[in-house]
Structures are given as structure tokens and as C-alpha cells.
């Protein structure tokens, strides 16, 4: 009881102590914020008319006279124009309308408010130039990315901003050159103008600036070479997906803060500096895609932060770098798409900070050997080695353990012999992918019992004999899991797309749930229990010689979006149940050997002849069209409609690649010929 009324008590002071803090709207601001109320097409969550005192609404912050101070309203999906009236809140010190859908010119004078210290009008959808003019005096945070302003970045944000920190002007189409008058932003700490067309050359006064730690300028249109004589503050640099060419200048020392610096997708070109090479403070070093040359030479007794290492795709040469084991902090190694020779080096036997190996498209050898070393590093989680080995035998060596491995990749390697027993260790697994192989034999069963498997592809190899019935029981694709993605903390960098949209690239591994067994010489029936793998994204067995009929508990996968069943010998009718699949896309089981009527509705209506064809038993009521004769369908006489289909144009097979390529792409390098798909004809 006591307690109760205490707690009733307390909470009514609270309550009267706030209220007393709100004070009266001014009505000057009042009539500004129901302007801006009437100005949007979509009401405005917590601003109901129910209190006229403006500052009681949500978002809305007032000082003690009632003047409005604080308006922030991300993420309320508002829908219209910014109306200048707002530029009559003549104390506004914070404007943050982030991520609504705000659109049209943004009122100049906007850029005039003499006490706003905050405006954050990030994702809306504003267009039009800045103004010549802008006077925000105490402005310390200004983030207008991710919107559809354009022309040249105004010079005044310095001369009259004084006292700015943080400049966010990414993700928008501003052109033309980083202004001059950027050399009196004293005060600013982080400075991003990515994705935009800035060009012109980097100019070398941002490195000085006294305050600036962190300078992002990817995926613009910036030339010339980096340059910098005097010591710079700067902790964080990102200049990729530029034009910056020629050699990496020996200026490292200058940065002697610096952790993170990107600069892949450039023209780079020549070795790596020297300064570069001995850097201390460097964690994160991202020279992906650019022509460097040289062997990688790095000075680990120097690099003691260096963790992030991306040399991928450039035009490096020699062994892979037997020092690397002594950068005791390197968790992550890509150096995929070099002209790499040579084994693993045996050092790595004692690399326990490893984490994430790739080394995709390299001109390796002994992978038996390789994994002989590999398999004691204790950390060891992804290992991408696509295209890197040629025509060795898979090694079969018992005694191989992977105990923390995830990730298993290495595809396109023509390797011979079984899928090897060593892999029934690999409790940890997620995604094992040994496609594009010539491996014989048949699936082991044991494959069924990795707990953590959540896409195989043993696609494009020689396997014959029955689908093991264990994969029907792979334990995560029983249950529905959203983290597709592997948990490894990976910068992430954006571009926009063909369709202006901004598009997030991650070097995460991020493949959805599959099962890939096309393109073998399996045999038996598609079990029943397939229906149980309801995490399935993706089910491609074409290519087989799989028999028996389409089992109707498919339709239980709920969140399939590939289902490709084409080229086998399968008999009977396609389930009615699959019309269900709703998240289906692509769809097909052409040349067997059904018969009766293509489902319709739902997906089905979308799928074309090229998903059936190749089935003389077949016909539907859009496509492979069933005849006149309804009767005739009924008691499923097909003789002259053998006939008919003859004359339907015999389409190119069902070709589908990847999914999420762009991203595979980053992990691993290689490109697929389609044509080498139908390998099996
Ligand atoms: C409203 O604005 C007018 C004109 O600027 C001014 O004269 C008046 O004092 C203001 N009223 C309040 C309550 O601030
Ligand atoms: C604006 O609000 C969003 C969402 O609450 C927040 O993420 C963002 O940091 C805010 N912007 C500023 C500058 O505080
Ligand atoms: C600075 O503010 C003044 C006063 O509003 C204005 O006239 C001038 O154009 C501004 N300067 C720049 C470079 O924007
Ligand atoms: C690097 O950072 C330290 C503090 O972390 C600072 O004292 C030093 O001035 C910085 N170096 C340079 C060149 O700015
Ligand atoms: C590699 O860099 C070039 C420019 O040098 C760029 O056009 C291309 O998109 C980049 N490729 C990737 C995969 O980022
Ligand atoms: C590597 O770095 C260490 C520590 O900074 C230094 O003493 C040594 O001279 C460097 N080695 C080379 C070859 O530069
Ligand atoms: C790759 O390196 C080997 C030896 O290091 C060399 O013989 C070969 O020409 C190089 N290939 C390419 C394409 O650079
Ligand atoms: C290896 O991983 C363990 C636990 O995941 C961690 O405690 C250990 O520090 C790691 N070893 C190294 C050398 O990073
Ligand atoms: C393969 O590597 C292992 C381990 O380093 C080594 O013992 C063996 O001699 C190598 N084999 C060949 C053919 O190079
Ligand atoms: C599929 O779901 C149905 C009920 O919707 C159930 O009766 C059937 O047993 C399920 N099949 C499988 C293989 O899970
Ligand atoms: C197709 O199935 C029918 C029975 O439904 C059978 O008579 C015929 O031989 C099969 N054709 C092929 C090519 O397997």
C-alpha cells in the first residue's frame, strides 16, 4: 500500500516538475510549426491539436521563454515540402528531420538560421543547389546527405560556420571542386563527401586542418596523386572508388595517427611505400582493385595495429608473404587476385590471430599441403580459396580440423578424388562451397550432421548416387534465421546504383540459405523431407537424373526463392500446394518427365514457358496451352498435343548464377561462364 502511494506520489511530482519545465509556446512559433503541420501531405505523429502548446509536442524542444529551440522529427515518414516558414523560429538550435520524405528545393533561407547549431535533413529526398550564401554562425553538425542536391559545394560553410564539426554532404550529386575557402573550417572533425562527382585533386590543406580526424571522400571523381608534407591529424582517410593514380607517395609518416586508410578502386599503381609498409598506427589497410605491383613486403615488427589487410585484385607478385604471422594484431587477409605462387607458407602454422583468409584466384599449390598448415591456426573462421589451386586431388588426410572453421569455399579448382571425410569435423560450419570440381563419388551422409550448415553447394562435379537423406535434417534450415550474414565486422562502403539508389557493399559474407546440388549425375528420388528445410532460400538440383515425383511438401518452404528442378528424369504432376510460394521467383523443372496441368495463381502466373517446357505430358492454361478440348484435358489425352508443342520455340536453358552477386563478387572473385553450366549438355 505505502509503497504504491510513494511511487504514485513521486511520479506525480515528476510529472508536475516537467510540466512546469515546458513552458507556453510563443505564439510566433506556434503559428510557424502548425504552417509547417498544414505544409506536409501526412499528419504528424504526437502534434495533434489536443494541446495547443506547441511545446508539449513530440519533437518539439522550447526554452524558457517558450521560443522553439529543438524540432526533431527523423524517421516519422513525413511525406512533402520543407516551407520556409520554419526559418521563422528564431531561436531554432537543432533541426533534425532525417530519413522522411521530405522533397523539393530547400528554402535558402534555411542556411541563414543565426542560432541553429544542428540540422540533419539526411535521407529526404531535396533537390536543387545550395545557396551561393550561407550564414549559419553557430552551426556545430550539419548533415544534409543522401538526397538530390546538386552543383558545387557552397564555399561559405566555413567563412560563417566558424565553429563547424561535422559536415555530412555524401550520397548527393554535387560537383565540381572541394572549394578553397574548406582551408578555414578550424574547427571541423569529420568531413564526408562521399558518393558525389567531386573532382579536381585532393588538396593538401584538409591534412592540415587541426582538428579534422576523419576525411571520406569514396566514389567521386578526384585525380591527380595524394600529397602531404606537414604532420597530419587524420586517424581516418577514405579516398576510394576515385581517380587517383600513379604511385602510393612515401607520406605515411605524416599521418602518424592515421588507422584506417581505403583507397581501393583507384589507379594506383608501383609498390607500396615504404612509410606504408612500417606504419604503426594503421589497423585497417584497403587497397583493393588498384595495380600495385611488387612483392608485399610489409614490416610486421613495425605494423603492430595493422588487423584489416586488403591487397585483393591488384598486380602483386611473389609468394604469399611468409612474415604475415608476426602482425600478431592481423585478423583479416584478402589477397585474392594477385599473382600469388606457392604453397601457404609454413609459418602460418602458428597464425592464431588469423580470422578470415581469401585467397581466391591465385596461382597456388599443394592445397594438401596448404590445409596441412592451415588446420592449426585456432582462430581460423573463413577460408576462401576459389580458382587458387589447379587440378590437385582433394586431400583426404584424416587427421585435418578445422575446429572454428565457418566458412569453406573453394570452388573452381578441377580437384579430383571424394568429398572428404575430414569435413565431418567441421562442427562450426555454415557455408561450405566445393563447386565447379570434378570430384567423384557420392554425397556422404555425414554431410547431413553439420549442425551449422546453412548453404552447400557441391554444384558442377561428378557425384552420382542417391541424395543422403540427412541433408532432409540439416538442423538451421529447419528453423527460420534471418542472420544470413556472417558476424565479421567489415567496413561497409556505398555507391549509387544505375538507378540513383544507394547501394551498401559489405566485405561480410552474406549468402542466402541454398542447397546447390545441380549439375551432377545424382540419382533416387527428391525426399518427402525436404519440405522440413523451411529456411531454404534456394533448392537447385537440375542437371541430375533424379526420378519419382515432385514431393507436395515443397510447399512448405515458405521463404524458397529459387527452385530449379529442370533436366531430370521426374514423373508425375507438379503439386497443386506449390502455387503457395509466395516468395518464388525462380521457378522450373523443364525437361522431365511430368504430365497433367501447370498450376495457376500466386508466382505461377509469372513463370514462362521456358519453366516447363521439355515436359511432352504438360500443359496449362497460360502457357503450353492445353488444347481446345477441355474434356479431352480431362481424361489427360495428350497425342495431339505432342503434336503442338513441337512448334514451340525451343528456349535457351534456365541459366540462373548467383543471387547477391555484387556481393559475392567482393569475396569471391570469379566469374562464372554460363555456358560451361550446361557441361553435362
Ligand atoms: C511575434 O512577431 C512579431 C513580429 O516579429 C513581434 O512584434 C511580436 O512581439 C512577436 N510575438 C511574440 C509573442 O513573440
Ligand atoms: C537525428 O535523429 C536520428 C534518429 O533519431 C539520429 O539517428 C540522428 O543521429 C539525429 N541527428 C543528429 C544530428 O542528432
Ligand atoms: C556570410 O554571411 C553574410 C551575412 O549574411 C553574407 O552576406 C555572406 O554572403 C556570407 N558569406 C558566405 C561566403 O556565404
Ligand atoms: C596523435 O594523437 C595524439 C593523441 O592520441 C595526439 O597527442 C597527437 O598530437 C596526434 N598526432 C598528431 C600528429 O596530431
Ligand atoms: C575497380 O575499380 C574500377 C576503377 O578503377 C571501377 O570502375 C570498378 O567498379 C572497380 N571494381 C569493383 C569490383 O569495385
Ligand atoms: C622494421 O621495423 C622495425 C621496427 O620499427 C625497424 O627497427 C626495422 O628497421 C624495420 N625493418 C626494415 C627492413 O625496415
Ligand atoms: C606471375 O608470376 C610468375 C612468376 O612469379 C611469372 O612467371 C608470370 O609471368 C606472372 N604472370 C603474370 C600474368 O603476371
Ligand atoms: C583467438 O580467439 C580467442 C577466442 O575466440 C581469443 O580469446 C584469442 O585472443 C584469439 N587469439 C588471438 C591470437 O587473437
Ligand atoms: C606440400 O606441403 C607439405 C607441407 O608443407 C610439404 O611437406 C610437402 O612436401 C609439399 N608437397 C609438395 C609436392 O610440394
Ligand atoms: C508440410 O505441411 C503440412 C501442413 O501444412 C504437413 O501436414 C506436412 O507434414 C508438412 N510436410 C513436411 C514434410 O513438413
Ligand atoms: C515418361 O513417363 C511415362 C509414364 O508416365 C513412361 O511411359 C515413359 O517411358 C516416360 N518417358 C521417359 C522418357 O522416361
Request: net charge negative.
Amino acid at each position: 500500500m505505502n509503497v504504491l502511494w510513494l511511487c504514485a506520489t513521486v511520479s506525480l511530482t515528476v510529472f508536475s516538475v516537467s510540466a512546469q519545465l515546458n513552458s507556453y509556446c510563443n505564439s510566433n512559433d506556434s503559428m510557424v510549426l502548425k504552417h509547417f503541420m498544414d505544409g506536409m501531405d501526412t499528419a504528424i505523429d504526437g502534434w495533434t491539436s489536443s494541446s495547443s502548446n506547441c511545446c508539449d509536442w513530440d519533437g518539439v524542444t522550447c526554452n524558457f521563454a517558450g521560443k522553439v529551440t529543438g524540432l526533431e522529427l527523423s524517421k516519422k515518414k513525413l511525406v512533402g515540402n520543407l516551407l520556409d516558414s520554419l526559418t521563422n523560429l528564431d531561436q531554432l538550435r537543432t533541426l533534425n528531420l532525417s530519413r522522411n520524405l521530405l522533397k523539393g528545393d530547400l528554402p535558402s533561407s534555411i542556411f541563414q538560421l543565426q542560432y541553429l547549431q544542428v540540422l540533419d535533413l539526411s535521407a529526404n529526398e531535396f533537390s536543387g543547389s545550395l545557396p551561393a550564401s550561407v550564414n549559419l554562425p553557430s552551426i556545430q553538425l550539419l548533415d544534409i546527405s543522401d538526397n538530390n542536391f546538386e552543383g558545387p559545394i557552397s564555399p561559405g560553410f566555413c567563412i560563417n560556420s566558424t565553429g563547424i564539426m561535422v559536415l555530412k554532404l555524401g550520397v548527393n550529386y554535387f560537383n565540381g571542386e572541394i572549394p578553397p575557402e574548406f582551408e578555414n573550417c578550424r574547427s571541423l572533425e569529420h568531413l564526408c563527401l562521399d558518393a558525389n562527382f567531386v573532382s579536381g585533386i585532393i588538396p593538401e590543406y584538409l591534412f592540415r586542418l587541426p582538428r579534422l580526424l576523419k576525411l571520406s571522400l569514396q566514389d567521386n571523381a578526384l585525380s591527380g596523386q595524394l600529397h602531404n608534407s606537414n604532420p597530419s591529424n587524420l586517424v581516418y582517410l577514405d579516398v576510394s572508388l576515385n581517380y587517383i593514380s600513379g604511385n602510393l607517395p612515401d607520406l605515411f609518416h605524416t599521418f602518424p595517427n592515421l588507422t584506417y586508410f581505403a583507397a581501393h578502386s583507384n589507379n594506383l599503381d608501383g609498390k607500396m611505400p615504404f612509410s606504408l609498409l612500417n606504419s604503426r598506427s594503421i589497423s585497417s589497410l584497403i587497397l583493393r582493385n588498384n595495380s600495385l605491383s611488387g612483392s608485399i613486403d610489409l614490416n610486421c615488427s613495425a605494423m603492430i595495429n595493422l588487423l584489416f589487410l586488403d591487397l585483393a585484385d591488384n598486380k602483386f607478385t611473389g609468394f604469399v608473404p611468409s612474415n604475415l604471422p608476426s602482425c600478431t594484431s592481423l585478423k583479416t587477409i584478402d589477397l585474392g587476385g594477385n599473382n600469388l605462387t606457392g604453397q601457404i607458407p609454413e609459418s602460418f602454422k602458428s597464425f592464431s590471430s588469423l580470422c578470415y583468409l581469401s585467397l581466391s584466384m591465385c596461382k597456388l599449390n599443394n592445397l594438401s599441403g596448404s590445409l596441412q598448415i592451415l588446420h592449426n591456426c585456432p582462430n581460423l573462421t573463413t577460408l576462401v580459396l576459389s580458382r587458387s589451386f589447379d587440378s590437385e586431388e582433394m586431400p583426404s588426410n584424416a587427421n585435418l580440423e578445422f575446429k572454428m572453421l565457418k566458412t569453406l569455399v573453394i570452388p573452381e579448382c578441377k580437384l579430383k578424388g571424394m568429398i572428404p571425410v575430414w569435413l565431418k569435423g567441421l562442427t562450426k560450419l555454415r557455408i561450405l562451397d566445393l563447386s565447379w570440381n570434378e570430384l567423384t563419388g557420392s554425397i556422404p551422409p555425414f554431410i547431413g550432421s553439420l549442425q551449422s550448415l546453412l548453404y552447400l553447394d557441391l554444384s558442377n562435379n561428378y557425384l552420382n548416387g542417391v541424395i543422403p537423406k540427412s541433408l532432409t535434417q540439416l538442423p538451421d534450415l529447419q528453423v527460420y534465421d534471418n542472420t544470413l550474414e556472417l558476424p565479421l565486422e567489415f567496413p561497409i562502403f556505398m555507391r549509387r546504383g544505375m538507378d540513383g539508389k544507394v547501394l551498401r557493399y559489405s566485405y561480410g559474407i552474406r549468402f542466402p540459405p541454398t542447397l546447390d546440388l545441380s549439375n551432377n549425375f545424382l540419382t533416387g528420388p527428391i525426399w518427402f523431407e525436404f519440405g522440413n528445410l523451411i529456411n531454404l532460400h534456394a533448392l537447385n538440383l537440375k542437371y541430375n537424373e533424379l526420378s519419382g515425383v515432385i514431393p507436395s511438401s515443397l510447399a512448405n518452404l515458405t521463404i524458397i526463392e529459387t527452385l530449379d528442378l529442370s533436366h531430370n528424369d521426374l514423373s508425375g504432376e507438379i503439386p497443386v500446394s506449390l502455387v503457395k510460394l509466395g516468395m518464388l521467383s525462380k521457378f522450373s523443372v523443364a525437361y522431365n518427365n511430368l504430365t497433367g496441368i501447370i498450376p495457376s495463381g500466386g508466382q505461377f502466373s509469372t513463370f514462362l514457358v521456358s519453366s516447363f517446357e521439355g515436359n511432352p505430358g504438360l500443359c496449362g492454361e497460360f502457357v503450353l496451352s492445353c488444347l481446345k478440348n477441355q474434356e479431352q484435358l480431362q481424361i489427360q489425352e495428350f497425342e495431339n498435343f505432342e503434336d503442338s508443342i513441337i512448334s514451340w520455340p525451343v528456349l535457351a536453358g534456365f541459366g540462373i548464377g548467383f543471387f547477391f552477386a555484387v556481393i559475392l563478387l567482393l569475396v569471391l572473385p570469379r566469374t562464372r561462364n554460363t555456358q560451361n553450366m550446361d557441361k553435362l549438355e
